[in-house]
């Protein structure tokens, strides 16, 4: 047993003879927020994509409380249940309400009563602030809310890990505000949370690990107080001084 | 002008004869469409779901051996059943099982027969159609289901095919409106129907006009009345286009304007709150935003 939740070990990825991800090594303890910065096309999405398995990894190792998930040994559903995922584009499923977007993972896969599942579900759209939105279906909401339904979704599950994949790309500046208060609290609630994410503020203030990434690899990772005062490596110099003439 | 007078009057003539016979083809031809519309619809979502399960590398070899098997064998029936006519469905069928098996596979019933060759055509049909149909969601569906640990079939069954079964709906109805007229070549395995009481009845008196204007009419009216259903289920397949806000609780007002029996409200002179907002009032003064 160690206290790494998640452990990445030489994880490559190769889309035909392009190599996206080269040796990328890091692990997530209990508790970590840790935010994967970097410029568009590095690999932080793949990065996510491939810990949920919805990339499978050229080569290299994903362990999950020291268990490899990458040889195909465990089930790939029952992990998937454990590790949340917020999406960029949100993935709510479009032919369900808000509630039942939050309650069917839990009555299917789960295995969970309805009954049950309903009131965790409001639970966390409680939390999120969309309790009043249960009826409503994915179309009638705004980007901001339906990201805060996903959110929601992805806790209901009770995950151990909870990956966001730029949750906040996808929306105008003042959603952005909703769905990063709600992630702040999460975080200040002890979440495990692994957060791709352009929101430099974010990265800097609310997380307590830093990776930048750049061309698939992993440049430098620390403190963010110390990473964002005084990057060492040259690109991520270049990187983030745009963000800190602002 | 003459010939249509006259055709009008045959058509009532034979119509007030016949019309039992009539109804009672359009009755069966009107089940049989439907039956076989449903059970093809089936066959064509099974198809989906098991053209379209997932493997990787690291399934085990056998595994992924079986699933590229069954793709193949799906693409085959919808190719032999999509590319020949269902009149020579229905003979190989009908005549051709217990002709080759020594009469040990043979159809004691029409309907049953009728049924099965118009189900399997339709699914081969439909099979494309639900195919397309899965294309066609946004595969950030099938990734927010199996993001909250979904298998194949929980993801189809519960999130995709809903979707792409309301899309390929209109398909669904041109399967059915094509099924209410083709289901008439069923005359070869003498499954009596609409357009077979037609032959019947001209057989006997050589009216073959006024018998057909009155097929025609009447498979207008099945067909129109199809697609009026078809259209009315659209609608009731996208839903209401407003949704109401829930105050689950009603308890539960806007934060600040709680009331508690035991602890009253914030604003209340005994309350905890209070007296510790006042005690921070005397020594910092009123805060700004504090009513």
């Known amino acids: 047993m160690n206290d790494t939740i998640l452990e990445i070990r030489h994880l490559s990825k190769s889309f035909g003879r392009h190599e996206v991800l080269r040796d990328i090594d890091f692990s997530v303890r209990p508790g ?70 939050c309650m069917v993972g839990q009555t299917k896969v789960l295995k969970k009563s309805p009954q049950e599942a309903k009131e965790n579900a409001m639970k966390y759209l409680r939390q999120v602030g969309m309790e009043p939105y249960i009826k409503a279906k994915p179309r009638q909401i705004s980007g901001g809310q339906k ?27 003042e959603m952005v505000g909703e769905v990063l208060s709600v992630m702040r609290d999460l975080a200040q609630n002890g979440m495990t949370m692994l957060v791709v994410t352009h929101e430099m503020a974010f990265a800097r203030d609310v997380s307590n690990h830093v990776v930048f990434m750049a061309d698939g ?21 270049e990187f983030l001084s745009r963000f800190r003439n602002q | 002008m003459d ?32 039956v076989a519309t449903v059970i093809g619809c089936v066959i064509g979502l099974a198809c989906g779901i098991l053209n379209t399960i997932p493997y990787t590398s690291y399934d085990p070899a056998p595994k992924r051996f079986v699933l590229k098997l069954v793709r ?25 099982l217990p002709y080759f098996s020594n009469n040990t596979m043979r159809f004691d019933n029409i309907w049953v027969a009728a049924i099965l060759i118009v189900s399997i055509n339709t699914g081969a049909y439909m099979a494309e159609s639900v195919r397309g149909g899965i294309v066609s969601i946004d595969p950030g569906q099938t990734e927010g289901a199996k993001a909250i640990g979904m298998n194949h079939f929980q993801t189809m069954t519960s999130v995709i095919l809903p979707q792409a079964f309301r899309n390929i709906l209109p398909q669904i109805g041109n399967n059915f409106i094509i099924n209410i007229k083709d289901t008439s070549v069923m005359f070869i395995i003498s499954f009596t129907e609409f357009f077979a009481f037609h032959r019947y009845i ?16 009447g498979y ?11 259209r009315l289920l ?16 009603q308890l539960t007002m806007a934060a600040g304007t709680y009331s508690h029996p035991d602890r009253g409200t914030p604003f209340d002179e005994r309350s905890k709150e209070e007296r510790e907002r006042i005690k921070q009032q005397l020594k910092f003064g009123r805060n700004r935003g504090d009513r």
């Not at chain 1, 590790?83 to 509630?99: A, D, E, H, I, K």
């Not at chain 1, 992805?154 to 151990?160: G, K, S, T, V």
């Not at chain 1, 690899?217 to 110099?237: H, M, S, W, Y």
């Not at chain 2, 006997?204 to 204007?213: G, I, K, Q, R, T």
Request: with cysteine; hydrophobic share 45%; aromatic share 10%.
């Open chain 1, 32 to 101: 970590d927020v840790t935010s994967i910065i970097g410029a568009s096309g590095s690999g932080k999405s793949t990065l996510l994509r491939c810990i949920n398995l919805l990339e499978t990894p050229t080569s290299g190792e994903i362990l999950f409380h020291g268990e490899s998930i990458t040889g195909g040994k465990l089930n790939a559903n029952t992990y998937r249940s454990k590790v949340g995922m917020v999406f960029q584009s949100f993935n709510l499923f479009n032919n369900m309400t808000v509630l039942q977007n």
């Open chain 1, 147 to 173: 990201q805060r339904v996903a959110i929601a979704r992805a806790l209901a599950m009770e995950p151990e890990v909870l990956l966001f994949d730029e949750p906040t790309s996808a929306l105008d500046p």
């Open chain 1, 217 to 237: 690899v992993i440049c430098e990772e620390g403190e963010p107080k110390a990473l964002f005062a005084d990057p060492q490596n040259q690109r991520t110099r």
């Open chain 2, 3 to 34: 010939r249509f007078l006259a055709l009008g009057q045959d058509m009532a003539l034979l119509w007030g004869k016949y019309w039992p016979s009539y109804l009672g083809g359009m009755g069966s031809t009107i089940l049989l469409a439907v």
């Open chain 2, 72 to 96: 193949i064998l799906v693409r085959i029936y919808v190719e032999v059943f999509r590319g020949t006519p269902m009149v020579l469905q229905a003979v190989f069928i009908y005549y051709g």
């Open chain 2, 202 to 217: 001209t057989g006997v008196n050589n009216m073959y006009f006024p018998s057909a204007a009155i097929e025609m009419i």
């Open chain 2, 220 to 230: 207008l009216i099945m067909t129109l009345a199809a697609s009026f259903l078809l």
């Open chain 2, 234 to 249: 659209e609608k009731v397949l996208d839903g209401a286009d407003n949704y109401e806000l829930v105050q689950s609780d």
